[in-house]
């Protein structure tokens, strides 16, 4: 359950993500990674994980709500940084967008896709 002003704890972040995946935007830019990933050469380009986690205040991760690590490649929501059902579908769709663009540009170079 959200609370007015308060961090999301790492369950209810994956509970919330669980269902903004449902979602038909979401899920739509989902499948097209999923797609890439099968459609790879054997062994080009790692699949793309999401991780939920409370993250640190350095680096990357310093003030960001959700984030792209690698390797191995991963989208990363901060559940100590969003506070609703809202927040993690917002972030979860730029963060989609990004890794489906970034997937796409790894295959073409990694994998010599033309």
Known sequence: MDRAGEALSVAECEEHLAKALKDERLSALWAGIRA????????CGPSI??????CGT????GTAR???EAP???MVLCANR?????EVIDVSNNSIIVCLSGHCTAFIVL????
């Open 72 to 74: 191995p490649v991963a």
């Open 36 to 43: 890439q990933d099968s459609s790879a050469p054997v062994g």
């Open 111 to 114: 994998c010599g896709i033309v």
């Open 82 to 86: 969003l506070h609703s059902f809202f």
């Open 66 to 68: 959700a984030f792209l």
């Open 49 to 54: 994980k999401v991780n939920v986690r409370n």
């Open 58 to 61: 350095l680096g990357p991760e």
